[in-house]
């Protein structure tokens, strides 16, 4: 690149124009810049920056599609496909989720998230003391296999490419629900892509949504693996989660360096049942949040797509391409939407998926900018995929692969993101693994004080938000609500209750016999949940069987 | 202002004082009006109130003294008289061990099964307060809560106010109330920080020590004290594969204590208490060590040792109050500060004087060269 | 003889968000204050019995899932019961106005939404606490 000599005299020069700026006397905004994750940020970026970190082309960007993926896991990006435009939908009953199903496709969606609602998601049944006044409210109430059916009523499978839902604590039961609609329609299984999230490991430490204590949930999951693993290579059974350490208040670099830690517990849990990285890695993705600090966020992607490269080359020896490149999963991140001035929410969904579209993801899914005070009305939905749409073919962005590689400052802060990640990955290996650190509580930590940090910077205003701390109105939130049938969670209640009886119930019963030997025989409980769900036999019923051979998960000390 | 030290017994004097700054006459959140009113005239009624709806099991009571207890009111003093009569019957179980051993998840455990034996049971679990802000937060419920809404267990978390020790200044207090309440087991789970928690030991009947593998090499550095106080000790979370090791250590350094030969063996248990694995054993063991209190009549003597020292310290707290929140009110105590500070007065003969004026001529010479114990020299007094 | 305020951070539901509750438990604790904090996955009964239980001046609850208006007002109905409706309560969470004029109504002290300062959190309680000693 650039030669040695050169290289002298860009320093003094630097030197001299830092000098010459500094005698100016003009003070800057801040004594000292961050980006959102504190990273330090200096006054300009140079070659330097790189030469200091030994930057090398060929090693650390590379081609587009060659490794280390830096720029991009495809050699055309978006020159040659478009990202699938997806949507996260799914409330009240399975007959209001059927319909917003519907008015999505016709809006063009190529990929679907069924949301479910928290009482299916822990296991337990609509008619649950737990579940009274949830049922329905973050997603759709799935009892059985009854309720996809009408979820899906009139929609095959196959009408979108990607399809599946954020199971993580229950993933057999919502693999068997695909595994069993599919054969329904008669879809093959090859026709669409299947995925799950079953990334449990991040529930005990950011998104609470789990019941079995933390060994169990993660035999779980790797039970919902190996299933795919062998039965269904297309599938994407396990999407290793990210999103949810950042939006609990963590910084960037404990987003990154917590995700590739538990897809390493994921990876040593497969090997232990005889698989090889390459046998099953390319059915993971990766789920990330968009946050607002643009070119940070856009590094933080490209950094990610390197280190998981690195990692699997340099720790497990794989020189399959399919293994080595990170598919990457995004959600713009909801906790940068506030509920004042909701209006200024679409500016920042729209910069958080700029910053993931140069990052060059694969899934962008974008909040609603009515999310953070209700379930996305439909208006709210339809601009969220009008966004993209407008960013995918108005703005330019698409036409060149990785247009920010070779920016001095990106390329820095990738640099950086990395660094540390491999610190914490040091750490996290010398206690053992992302379960031990989990189980130790030390993400839990980690995250807590980030968070509570932010959350000083924002009452102090050295961090701005726009509406909330700064630039205040008088404002009554006026905004389309939600119409959702109140009386949906007793209608679902007594749907479930007068479904159990039409259903043949001592075949369910033994099926769930059959759930808790398989269980309890510490085998793959798949084939066995696949039998009971097809008998329409029930989430919080087969949850039981689980709770019943594995106890219930008491959370340990908490960290604030 | 001076920094008064004693939580639970402040001068009557400065009392008065703060009197005048509207914050005396301390407005209790019950809406009765009669218990208002901390002046002396009302003061029996309101202990009879609280004090029988104790008596008579009544939680929200029983919680509202513990924190009247806690912020050191006075009225908590004529509650607690009305109580002690009928204290004495619970057993109490100290556990202790370094933070992440997993106290919490074994009383949450210990409880479920004292529950399947039908025994009532009280937890006391404490948090260390900021030594900044006073602030704290008690988190030791996130592990057992589930126990919440049993009728059976009354949960009670403490924040250790800047006592040391492992415990509060008000604990014992507290466990006298759940003790006249008729709890059966009362299990005070102690701060876990790493001070030297010995101070659970003389509060409680059985004190379990909880240690947990891969602490590293501090089994070497647990200080003897640790070793001293436990009648039980407790190797949780062992499953982990340094568990054995961890036994071995305990178990060798137990052998070395000179006192081995003494009636009751302390043993090491392993258990899993996140599985509930050893739980059964461990209750067991503090049974049988109860039941050795009993045979031995060991327990007549920790009795006797507790009563000396409550009676000693409050004896001691009370004098200082009584003496000293004179000497601050009548600003006796600036001018000896003034008069040590120019070295017209020695620190031996200001108290001397201070002693003699309150409770007549000493009789037994210089105070400071026998320095019997204040109950003693009370006792000569009379 | 001031009393050293104690109050119970709570999140009842099934709801696992507690980046929220856990910020507001730490500032109440650095404002001085004795803070309980249940844990996850609470029930009313269970939020209720352990404020009784603890005796402390007031319960924050935070929902982030859209179950307020079945878990609030349970929990006021169940101190109600417990002849502890002195305690008072607040929430803070993902709640439309229409539901907070409602749970204003049925007797919930104060509700944080998203983007509320914990310096007005702590205001909030000094200023509750005042006022119930004063009554």
């Known amino acids: 690149m650039i030669g040695k000599e050169q290289m002298g005299l860009l320093k003094q020069t630097q030197d001299t124009w830092e000098a010459d700026v500094e005698k100016r006397g003009v003070k800057e905004r801040k004594e000292q810049f961050f980006t959102r994750s504190k990273i330090p940020v200096k006054r300009v970026y140079t070659p330097l920056d790189l030469e200091e970190a030994g930057f090398d082309y060929l090693k650390d960007l590379n081609f587009p599609g060659e490794y280390p993926y830096t720029r991009g896991i495809e050699p055309g990006m978006y020159r040659e496909n478009l990202w699938l435009i997806g949507q996260y939908g799914g409330f009240g009953s399975p007959e209001e989720t059927n319909r917003r199903f519907k008015y999505l496709l016709s809006k063009g969606i190529t990929a679907f998230t069924l949301a479910l609602d928290l009482p299916t998601q822990m296991g337990y049944g609509s008619d649950e003391p737990m579940a009274e006044g949830e049922v329905g409210k973050t997603g759709v109430a799935v009892n059985s296999l009854r309720d996809m059916e009408i979820i899906f009523g009139d929609i095959p499978l196959d009408s979108v490419r990607l399809i599946g839902t954020l199971a993580n604590a229950i993933g057999p039961m919502a693999l068997s629900w695909f595994m069993a609609l599919a054969e329904q329609q008669k879809v093959p299984p090859t026709a669409f892509i299947g995925f799950l999230q079953n990334d449990i490991l991040k529930e005990y430490v950011a998104r609470g949504a789990y019941f079995l204590p933390v060994p169990s949930g993660l035999k779980l999951s790797i039970d919902v693996l190996e299933h795919c693993a062998r039965n269904f290579p297309n599938w994407l059974p396990l999407m290793v989660c990210g999103y949810h350490f950042r939006d609990a208040g963590g910084t960037a670099m404990q987003e990154l360096a917590f995700t590739v830690a538990d897809a390493l517990a994921y990876i040593e849990e497969m090997i232990k049942r005889g698989f090889r990285p390459d046998d099953f890695v390319h059915q993971f993705q990766f789920h990330f949040s968009a946050h607002l600090d643009l070119f940070e966020e856009s590094a933080k992607f490209r950094a990610f797509r390197r280190i998981w490269a690195r990692v699997m080359s340099e720790r497990y020896g794989s020189r399959d391409p399919k293994t080595l490149k990170a598919k990457i999963h995004l959600y713009t991140a909801g906790s940068t939407l506030t509920a004042q001035q909701p209006m200024n929410n679409i500016v920042r969904i729209t910069v958080a998926a700029l910053s993931a579209i140069l990052g060059g993801v694969q899934f962008p899914y974008l909040s609603s900018m009515d999310e953070s005070f209700q379930t996305p009305s439909e208006e709210a939905a339809q601009l969220a995929i009008r966004t993209q749409q407008i960013l995918a073919h108005e703005v330019g962005i698409t036409d060149t692969v990785d247009p920010l590689g070779g920016s001095y400052y990106v390329e820095a802060l990738t640099n950086r993101l990395e660094e540390g990640v491999w610190e914490y990955l040091k750490k996290i290996d010398s206690m053992g693994g992302a379960v031990k650190a989990i189980e130790q509580g030390f993400y839990q930590s980690e995250i807590a004080a980030a968070s509570y940090q932010l959350q000083r910077e924002i009452e102090r205003k050295e961090r701005i938000v726009v509406g909330v701390n700064e630039f205040k109105v008088k404002e009554e939130i006026k905004l389309t609500p939600l119409k959702y049938d109140p009386d949906a969670e007793q209608k679902v209640v007594a749907r479930l209750q007068s479904f159990r009886k039409e259903r043949n119930n001592p075949a369910v019963g033994r099926a769930l016999d059959e759930v808790r030997r398989a269980a309890e025989a510490n085998q793959n409980v798949v084939p066995s949940v696949f039998e009971a769900v097809k008998l329409y036999a029930t989430v919080g019923e087969i949850s039981q069987v689980m709770r019943d051979v594995y106890g219930e998960y008491v959370a340990g000390k908490t960290y604030f | 202002m001076f920094n008064f030290p004693c939580a639970r017994w402040v001068p009557r004097a400065l009392l008065r004082r703060n009197a005048t700054r509207s914050n005396y006459t301390v407005a209790l959140r019950d809406r009765g009006a009669e218990e208002q009113n901390d002046e002396v005239s009302g003061r029996q009624e309101v202990a009879l109130v609280l004090a029988e709806r104790i008596l008579q099991g009544e939680i929200r009571a029983a919680a509202r003294l513990m924190r009247d207890i806690d912020d050191g009111f006075k009225s908590a003093v004529e509650e607690l008289k009305l109580l002690y009569p009928h204290t004495g019957n619970a057993s109490i179980i100290g556990i202790t061990g370094p933070s992440g051993a997993g106290k919490s998840t074994l009383v949450d455990q210990l409880t479920a099964l004292y529950r399947r034996h039908e025994k009532k049971v009280g937890i006391v679990a404490v948090d260390p307060s900021s030594t900044f802000t006073g602030g704290a937060i008690l988190g030791d419920r996130i592990r057992m809560n589930r126990h919440a809404e049993d009728a059976g267990v009354f949960i009670r978390s403490m924040a250790t106010r800047g006592n040391l020790g492992g415990v509060s200044r008000a604990t014992g207090d507290v466990v006298n109330v759940l003790d006249a309440m008729g709890t059966d087991v009362i299990i005070i789970e102690t701060v876990g920080v790493g001070q030297d928690e010995i101070d659970i030991a003389r509060m409680a009947h059985t004190t379990v020590v909880v240690m947990v593998p891969g602490l590293g090499d501090d089994i070497q550095a647990i200080k003897a004290g640790i070793l001293e106080i436990g009648d039980v000790f407790v190797v949780n979370k062992a499953d982990r594969d340094d568990a054995d090791h961890t036994v071995h250590e305990l178990t060798a350094r137990l052998e070395m204590d000179p006192d081995k030969d003494r009636a009751w063996q302390p043993k090491v248990l392993k258990t899993v208490a996140s599985r509930n694995i050893g739980i059964e054993e461990l209750l067991g063991e503090i049974e049988e060590h109860g039941a050795y209190l009993h045979r031995s009549g060991m327990i007549r003597h920790l009795f006797e040792e507790k009563n000396a020292r409550i009676f000693l310290e409050l004896l001691k707290e009370r004098l200082f109050a009584e003496v000293f929140g004179h000497l601050e009110v009548n600003g006796r105590f600036r001018e000896i500060m003034e008069e040590m500070a120019n070295r017209r007065k020695d620190p031996y003969s200001a108290v001397e004087e201070i002693l003699a004026q309150r409770f007549g001529p000493l009789s037994g010479g210089s105070a400071s060269e026998s320095n019997p114990p204040v109950g003693a020299r009370l006792g000569e007094e009379k | ?135």
């Open chain 3, 1 to 135: 003889m001031n009393r050293r305020i104690r109050i119970l951070i709570a999140k009842p539901g099934l709801d696992g968000h507690d980046r929220g509750a856990k910020i507001v438990a730490r500032a109440l604790s650095e404002a001085g204050m004795e803070v309980i904090y249940t844990g996850l996955h609470q029930t009313p009964e269970r939020v209720v019995s352990a404020a009784v239980q603890e005796s402390v001046d007031g319960i924050g609850l935070s929902i982030l899932s859209g179950a307020h208006m079945t878990l609030i007002p349970k929990v006021l109905k169940l101190l109600k019961d417990k002849n502890s409706d002195d305690i008072f309560v607040f929430a803070g969470g993902i709640i439309p106005a229409n539901d907070i004029l409602k749970l204003k109504e049925m007797g919930v002290a104060e509700i944080f939404t998203p983007g509320a300062e914990t310096t007005d959190i702590i205001d909030f309680v000094h200023r509750t606490v005042a006022r119930e000693i004063r009554q």
